[in-house]
């Protein structure tokens, strides 16, 4: 996974983090929970801070949709 493959990541976080409010995630840590994904092989220092809403808002939008 990249950093473009919102949708990808918002599924692998909503199955890590089922009980997780996506709203309630610091930018910091969303980050590192990327990062940390199983699969994830991108430079941990491409993203910035419209990337990281652009996955909030995808795994918002995965919780709701479960």
Not at 6 to 23: G, Q, V
Not at 29 to 34: A, G, K, T, Y
Not at 47 to 58: D, H, K, P, R, V
């Amino acid at each position: 996974m990249n950093w473009t493959d919102a949708e990808d990541i918002a599924i692998a976080l909503s199955e890590k983090f089922p009980d997780t409010d996506p709203l309630t995630v610091r930018f910091t840590d969303l980050h590192r929970w990327v990062v940390d994904l199983p699969g994830f092989s991108d430079d941990p220092k491409g993203s910035n801070e419209g990337i990281l809403e652009a996955i909030q808002m995808q795994w918002l939008e995965e919780a709701r949709d479960r």
